[in-house]
């Protein structure tokens, strides 16, 4: 069974309860449980991490190299100016997927910019929750 690594960045957390016109309303332990029954029924092991602390995520993708086949990551934030998430995803030799629940290309300027989107397989952007279910059948093809 291939294993999948799902990691949230900083205030994902929050999801339903911050910008309610931007992320929805639906809470992200609803959403993380509806990414693992989706992993479940594509026969994938899925593991959900949130933190906001960059240091935690960067340790788990260090890790997820020989525990995980793929990284599927919405890196929040971070993903605008995170350097050391950039060189982390670099570093390793499975596949990491990038995922924003909105769409960063047409929100504020300061968002336009992935950092991380040239060390990563992909982008799924502005698919509300639907960018896991995406990016899982992504992870599956290219592992």
């Given at each position: 069974?291939?294993?999948?690594?799902?990691?949230?960045?900083?205030?994902?957390?929050?999801?339903?309860?911050?910008?309610?016109?931007?992320?929805?309303?639906?809470?992200?332990?609803?959403?993380?449980?509806?990414?693992?029954?989706?992993?479940?029924?594509?026969?994938?092991?899925?593991?959900?991490?949130?933190?906001?602390?960059?240091?935690?995520?960067?340790?788990?993708?260090?890790?997820?190299?020989?525990?995980?086949?793929?990284?599927?990551?919405?890196?929040?934030?971070?993903?605008?100016?995170?350097?050391?998430?950039?060189?982390?995803?670099?570093?390793?030799?499975?596949?990491?997927?990038?995922?924003?629940?909105?769409?960063?290309?047409?929100?504020?300027?300061?968002?336009?910019?992935?950092?991380?989107?040239?060390?990563?397989?992909?982008?799924?952007?502005?698919?509300?929750?639907?960018?896991?279910?995406?990016?899982?059948d992504a992870i599956i093809d290219l592992t």
């Open positions: 069974m291939k294993k999948v690594l799902i990691l949230l960045g900083p205030n994902l957390n929050m999801t339903g309860t911050r910008e309610q016109s931007i992320y929805g309303k639906e809470s992200a332990d609803n959403i993380k449980q509806q990414i693992l029954v989706k992993a479940k029924e594509k026969n994938l092991w899925c593991e959900v991490f949130q933190s906001n602390w960059e240091g935690e995520l960067i340790d788990k993708i260090q890790e997820a190299d020989k525990k995980f086949d793929g990284i599927i990551l919405n890196a929040g934030a971070l993903t605008h100016y995170s350097l050391a998430i950039r060189d982390a995803i670099a570093s390793i030799s499975i596949p990491c997927v990038e995922v924003h629940m909105s769409n960063i290309y047409a929100r504020e300027s300061y968002r336009r910019k992935s950092v991380i989107s040239e060390v990563c397989a992909g982008q799924i952007v502005g698919f509300g929750k639907n960018v896991y279910f995406l990016a899982i």
